[in-house]
């Protein structure tokens, strides 16, 4: 029992990951009809604005300590923070400690200006384009941001720790009545799910409840008509790219401490949320949300070492098992429309 | 700079010197002199190619960065350059910065992108159009093995970069291949006695285990070692290579009885699994009226550093670390250190000393053909390159040598700083015999070697 | 000339003219410049660039005519390579029935999962193309070890007794046809200039030749009128009464089967498989070659094969140390300057070199390379003979 509310911990965890990369995905597919596998790459980017802020917060200035020596036996080059003067070592300390979480308010702007620029300088050309072309050009800009981020920052993964608040486990098990330290939880993959909850449900409110999602919704459905009402639908769309590589953005920000990033986690999660957006059902966002944690969930359950033991290798196909089963069940996945990408 | 080319045939700069500008077909290439032909890319003029095939991109790029870096300084010794290095400490006194056999030391480098497909394009490429004698480098035992079969049936000799699976020089070993890395087996046997120092021999251990050979050997050689010492293995699970989120195979171990996580992972795999168990808090808890712990067999101090804090206090081996103090390693982090200003990392290490090692048995052979160098390195005996008196043996071609047994540093003083030595574990230890069954048994064979052309 | 028009034949005399020439043509920097970097005609690289180039005309044929993206046709390159060197480690080290036997099962393979795939249209089969391929490669690499020796993969070892081969206890086999070893080159030497011929590299030439004319006959053929009928509007074909799944079906395995040739000739040439084959990226790749090239040409998938394998081998071997020889004759401050300049771009960069050609080149020629050629040909003013040249007059891209 115990091991199976711990799983499903796990399947909306990590399904809150592939539910917020499949949300932007879809955005795009449904408003622009785009096939954007750049969108990998947009989520990297997002990690990296944690990693360049904690960068930014902790640079310091130099100076050698004739009293120390480094590796090679010479004087040592001490690096104090600048905050460390500014504020004081613990405060300062703290100030860089809580980058991640202030990451959120840096990595907005310069999301809304990756996806502007993404879609006015690049992918708007590409409209009319057939999909092969959309695919190529959007994976070439892909390798070409990941290899920009593996010139600057290195290939290994870098840490970017939760701030010391949030580290440790939630013990859920006393909570619900079972015995303590049976059901704990980490604290940050619980602020991660609370967090892509949040976002999910902004989204979906912002389409739903605004005169601006309201047309974003029309266009989705019909672009043509909306465009021969004298509504500007371009502009709507271009704001729609921004808001789904914030979304990405977002969601890489908030996975920096639960897997230190590296610059190609973009890569390792294009291929999953495509799977995620297609078993969704094409142009569907609820789809894409209930895909996302349906496949998150199963994968935990999978991971289980009796059901390894029952089905070798079940771990490394659930998705792909799964993603087939349903495919081949419900045509356009679980809540896809008629006729998207469907040719 | 200078005006080096990287010819396939240094002869045809002279012939052409000589007005040849006549075709003349050959089947291979024409004898230089005896004990310089018969063999595969035979130096002509006064070069020799080696060729450096390390992982550029991919998840290893950096530790093969450190590697290219490693071989540009073994090179710049070989011929003369920088400071020695370890060419000073080196036990043989073959290597006097004239380069290799008196001709001077080129290379070439290529991308394995960590696949065995890629790396072996690489490597022919090097063989076939550079005319390499020589290929090392790597850092995953999938290409060594393929890149090791590849030389073998070309008659080149491979000095393997890091590579790790028994099975390199075991099951899959071959005559033209040779491993100064340690591996799987040499972890466990160097690790169980310490854990069992450190933890008490009553502990019951949960395995989590890359599902590929290396993490099939590395599971293994520490459960079988760690069982040696009174350990009880609870379980063993495999985790796929492509997982990024280890949370849904970290969870479980709170509802069994183990008190000690084994994570037999690598890279990036590691460095997320470690981070995961952390995160669960697993590092706080108690088990059995005991801490529990978590132990990573195969330590890499670049990928440690994606890690972060969370390696503090967490047990595992390596092949080498900069902070050894005999004259080997000091020498070489001298030189590295500053030509780089970091210090090298086992990778770098390993195939640096693999490049002094193979120059070193051509200029004892007095020859570059691959069956006079392997007769040179089998049973070849040395010191001072910084892991103490080490042996290659002759029937697997694997260097026995002293095993570091490191612990995370709880106050590393920079970000190299991040590992500590517990136990320097002496070479009796971890020896083995060569049809151990863990390294293929009986059947394993090295073949013959082969000169190639 | 076998049954082609004269404009098809004009393309295959082409295509014949520069596989058997490929020696020369890739090779036109003599030895020692500073150039001789960029000299492609080795064995290894020449092999991959025909064998690629199967691969990637046998995707075109399904994704050029009928439109349906699969992404995971990189399995299927997989099951043959499997079943190729099983072939060889068992029965014979002649390459011939190894390569048949890759064909075959690769065709079964491509039958049982476009029977299934074949089922959803638009990116719904695209994904379920890509869970098969994604599933083969994850168990390859893991639980199915004892079959395709997972990470380090398979090749021929010295314990391996072919039954059809007699070896010497120790000899580790070599892949041959009648005796003949893949590996015996060939080399001319003219002046500074070296030319290697290899015996593997015209046997995949030859089966090249004889899979672009393979391709060439579907192109023109009734059925290959049914596979654009079926990319252009399938509903409409449907109402009219025919039942499209079984061409589409036969496409799928046909391109599945051009798969396995180059799988089987992948090992045929160099007897290594290892798992990362079927890796999505790998599928990716293929897709990317034929879209590069020019979808729905004839000759466009073999050239962008050629261009990403160029740049993979080529690109990503030029170092720090190159480039300081190339600029070396230049002041020193302007040499280090131009190598830091172009540093990123190669070597360890040639993934990004990579990554702005594929931009570069679907930004500006839309038809992929082909268009290039064509523009090019038209510059020149002979417009007509450059669609000749590249067959590609009346098989664009139908979007």
Same mark, same amino acid.
């Given at each position: 029992m115990e091991a199976i509310i711990l799983q499903i911990l796990n399947g909306l965890d990590k399904g809150s990951a592939y539910a917020l990369i499949a949300l932007g995905l879809t955005l795009i597919f449904g408003t622009l009809g785009v096939v954007n596998f750049a969108h990998g790459a947009i989520f990297m980017i997002g990690a990296f604005c944690a990693v360049t802020l904690q960068r930014m917060l902790s640079a310091s200035k130099s100076f050698i300590d004739e009293t120390q020596t480094d590796f090679l036996g010479n004087p040592k080059k001490v690096e104090v923070p600048y905050l460390h003067d500014w504020f004081g070592p613990e405060v300062g300390q703290s100030i860089i400690e809580w980058s991640v979480p202030l990451a959120i308010l840096f990595a907005i702007p310069i999301m809304m200006f990756v996806g502007y620029a993404m879609e006015r300088g690049l992918i708007k050309h590409f409209y009319k384009r057939p999909h092969a072309d959309q695919i190529l050009v959007t994976f070439g800009l892909a390798i070409v941001l990941q290899e920009v981020i593996k010139a600057f920052y290195g290939a290994n993964p870098i840490p970017t720790p939760a701030p010391p608040a949030f580290t440790g486990a939630f013990d859920f098990g006393a909570l619900l009545g079972f015995d303590p330290n049976t059901i704990i939880y980490p604290y940050w993959r619980l602020i991660y799910f609370a967090f892509a909850a949040l976002v999910i449900t902004s989204v979906f409110a912002f389409l739903q409840f605004t005169t601006f999602g309201m047309v974003v919704r029309a266009g989705m459905a019909d672009r043509e008509t909306v465009g021969l009402l004298g509504i500007d639908i371009d502009k709507r769309f271009t704001m729609m790219f921004a808001i789904a590589a914030v979304v990405a953005g977002l969601a890489g920000v908030m996975y920096t401490p639960i897997n230190s990033p590296n610059y190609h986690m973009g890569m390792d999660f294009l291929v999953l949320s495509f799977v995620v957006v297609v078993v969704g059902g094409m142009g569907s966002l609820p789809g894409a949300v209930l895909a996302g944690f349906l496949l998150g969930v199963l994968e935990s359950f999978a991971s289980m070492a009796v059901v390894i033991d029952l089905v070798p290798g079940i771990n490394q196909i659930i998705i792909y098992l799964v993603a087939i089963v349903i495919l081949l069940t419900r045509p356009r996945g679980l809540m896809g429309r008629r006729g998207v990408m469907e040719d | 700079m200078s005006k080096s080319n990287f010819t396939r045939r240094g002869l045809l700069k002279t012939s052409v010197a000589a007005g040849g500008a006549l075709a003349m077909p050959t089947i291979?290439?024409?004898?230089? @002199?005896d004990g310089h032909a018969g063999f595969t890319n035979a130096p002509q003029g006064s070069t020799v190619t080696l060729g450096f095939n390390v992982p550029q991109s991919g998840p290893y790029a950096d530790e093969g960065a450190d590697e290219l870096r490693a071989y540009e300084l073994a090179v710049e010794h070989l011929n003369g350059g920088g400071d020695g290095g370890m060419i000073n400490t080196f036990s043989s006194k073959t290597l006097d910065g004239t380069g290799i056999l008196g001709k001077k030391v080129e290379y070439v480098t290529g991308d394995t992108q960590t696949k065995s497909d890629a790396a072996r394009a690489s490597a022919r490429s090097m063989i076939?159009?550079?005319? @390499?004698v020589m290929i090392t480098g790597g850092s995953s035992s999938g290409v060594a093995v393929a890149v090791q079969a590849l030389c073998q049936e070309a008659g080149i000799i491979f000095m393997a970069g890091l590579t790790h699976s028994n099975d390199t020089t075991g099951k899959d070993r071959k005559a033209n291949g040779f491993r100064h890395f340690f591996n799987s087996y040499m972890s466990g046997a160097a690790l169980a006695p310490v854990l069992a120092n450190a933890y008490g021999k009553d502990r019951k251990a949960y395995h989590l285990t890359a599902d590929y050979n290396w993490g099939y050997t590395t599971e293994e050689a520490v459960t079988q070692a760690t069982e040696a010492v009174g350990w009880e293995t609870v379980n063993t699970v495999k985790t796929p290579l492509t997982q990024t989120d280890f949370s849904s195979y970290i969870a479980p171990v709170l509802q069994t009885d183990a008190d000690v996580l084994v994570l037999n992972h690598y890279g990036g795999n590691m460095v997320n699994s470690l981070t995961n168990a952390v995160q669960f808090g697993l590092r706080d808890k108690q088990v059995n009226g005991k801490n529990f712990e978590i132990v990573v067999p195969l330590y890499s101090r670049l990928m440690a550093r994606g890690a972060g804090a969370n390696v503090k206090g967490i047990f595992g081996s390596t092949n080498w670390h900069w902070s050894l103090t005999d004259e080997g390693s000091k020498a070489f982090v001298q030189s590295f250190g500053t030509k780089y200003g970091f210090p090298p990392s086992q990778a770098a290490h390993t195939c640096y000393v693999q490049t002094m090692l193979y120059a070193d048995a051509v200029n004892r052979a007095g020859s570059f053909n691959p069956c006079a160098v392997v007769e040179a390195l089998e049973g070849f005996e040395f010191d001072g390159l910084g892991n103490g008196p080490t042996l290659y043996r002759a029937e697997d071609h694997q260097c026995f040598k002293d095993v570091l047994v490191v612990k995370g540093k709880e106050n590393p003083t920079s970000e190299f700083d991040l590992l500590e030595i517990v136990e320097i574990t002496p070479r009796a230890q971890v020896e083995y015999a060569p049809d151990h069954p863990q390294m293929g048994g009986a059947a394993a064979t090295l073949g013959s070697c082969n000169p190639g052309a | 000339m076998f049954g082609l028009n004269s404009k098809d034949s004009t393309l295959l005399i082409l295509v014949a003219v520069l596989a058997l020439f490929a020696p020369f043509i890739l090779n036109p920097f003599p030895e020692g410049s500073a150039l001789a970097q960029f000299n492609a005609g080795y064995p290894d690289l020449m092999q991959r660039f025909v064998i690629f180039g199967i691969f990637a005309i046998g995707f075109n044929i399904l994704f050029g005519l009928t439109g349906y993206l699969s992404f995971g046709h990189a399995a299927f390159l997989g099951v043959g390579s499997y079943a190729a060197i099983w072939m060889m480690k068992l029965l014979t080290l002649n390459v011939i029935p190894a390569i048949i036997m890759a064909i075959i099962f690769a065709g079964i393979f491509a039958l049982v999962v476009g029977f299934i795939s074949l089922r959803r249209s638009g990116i719904y089969f695209s994904i379920l193309t890509l869970a098969f391929a994604q599933m083969s490669y994850a168990l390859a690499y893991s639980v199915l070890t004892p079959i395709t020796g997972g990470e380090t993969g398979l090749q021929l070892k010295a314990t391996d007794t072919p039954l059809l081969s007699n070896l010497g206890p120790t000899e580790i086999g070599r892949a041959n046809l009648f005796g003949l070893d893949m590996r015996t080159s060939y080399e001319l030497e003219l002046g500074t200039w070296l030319f290697t011929f290899n015996t593997g590299y015209y046997i995949a030439a030859v089966c090249m030749l004889i899979g672009f004319y393979v391709s060439i006959r579907i192109f023109r053929s009734p059925f290959g009128m049914m596979l654009r009928a079926v990319k252009s509007n399938q509903q409409r074909l449907n109402y009219t009464g025919l039942n499209s799944k079984p061409y589409t079906l036969a496409a799928f395995v046909i391109s599945g089967m051009y798969a396995g040739l180059a799988g089987g000739l992948m090992v045929a040439m160099d007897t290594q498989v290892g798992p990362e084959r079927m890796f999505w990226t790998a599928s990716g790749e293929v897709v990317l070659m034929t879209i590069l090239g020019g979808v729905g040409t004839l000759i466009g998938p073999v050239l962008g094969a050629g261009m990403i394998k160029y740049m993979e081998n080529i690109i990503s071997k030029i170092n720090d140390n190159i480039l300081h020889q190339w600029f070396a004759f230049m002041p020193d401050g302007i040499e280090d300057f131009l190598v830091t300049i172009i540093h990123p771009f190669i070597g360890k960069g040639w993934h990004l070199t990579l990554g702005i050609i594929f931009m570069l080149v679907v930004i500006f020629l839309p038809g992929g390379l082909v268009e290039g050629g064509q523009r090019i040909g038209r510059m020149f003013g002979s417009g007509k003979k450059a669609d000749a040249d590249t067959g590609a007059a009346d098989t664009k891209p139908a979007e």
């Open positions: - | 291979f290439s024409p004898s230089w @002199a076939e159009k550079d005319g @390499a | -």
